[in-house]
């Protein structure tokens, strides 16, 4: 007569690799929970500093915003200006990798910039990152050191991979002559036109901002697009 295995909580235990895949899927959980944690905020962030200013801004409502408390933050942040910095990079390291991309690509110099207008339109006008560059502008006079790490971090690096694509454009004819790559801030001169006059004028006069970039660099360009 065949004889039943009784069942014991030993049958069911699980396997050194079962062990070892709950363990993975709760670091998982564990990562992706500290992950949106610290998104949120950032995101929180963002809304204090962008309706307080930097210098009005307190840590205790950007945890409130984000729903956490305030000693959370400091779990993720040494201090108001590290909460800053970060929220910088959080939000434009993106643009300035697709920033980098484009200039590294073999495109000519028109269809590198056309790309380059679409990054800026969609990916910083078109969203939130649009409230740092008026933060930078705002708070960057009062609060110098929030300036000078704008500037290590963003500009800086983001001109000299302009100025080395504008010296090759110049060197192989693409553009009659070296003005911008001396002066590369006339580049950027009607993106911030743009992101001032949509957070000050744009309920008076809504502007397309696309266009007008557009518009802009077309005149810039002018001699150098022309056929030949």
Do not use: C
């Not at 910095?85 to 590198?112: C, D, H, N, W, Y």
């Not at 009062?142 to 690096?157: D, H, Q």
């Not at 009607?190 to 744009?202: H, I, P, Y």
């Amino acid at each position: 007569m065949a004889t039943t295995r009784k069942e014991t909580p030993e049958n069911h235990a699980p396997t050194p690799r079962g062990r070892g895949a709950v363990a993975a899927s709760r670091q998982t959980a564990r990562l992706a929970k500290t992950a949106a944690r610290r998104e949120a905020i950032l995101d929180a962030a963002l809304d204090e500093f962008s309706a307080r200013g930097f210098a009005a801004a307190r840590l205790e409502d950007v945890a409130r915003r984000a729903g956490v408390a305030k000693g959370t933050i400091y779990l993720y942040f040494d201090d108001k200006e590290a909460l800053f910095q970060e929220l910088v990079r959080f939000q434009i390291g993106p643009v300035m990798s697709a920033f980098e991309t484009v200039l590294a690509s073999p495109l000519p110099l028109k269809g590198l910039i056309d790309q380059a207008i679409e990054i800026f339109t969609r990916e910083v006008f078109g969203t939130r990152r649009k409230q740092v560059i008026r933060l930078i502008i705002s708070e960057g006079p009062r609060f110098p050191a929030l300036a000078e790490f704008y500037y290590r971090e963003v500009l800086g690096p983001i001109f000299k991979s302009v100025r080395a694509r504008l010296q090759r454009a110049f060197e192989h004819g693409e553009i009659a002559d070296d003005t911008l790559v001396r002066f590369p801030q006339l580049l950027g001169a009607a993106t911030v036109t743009a992101v001032v006059w949509q957070g000050l004028f744009d309920r008076f006069e809504p502007l397309d901002a696309r266009a007008m970039i557009r518009a802009y660099f077309d005149r810039l360009f002018a001699a150098d697009w022309r056929p030949r």
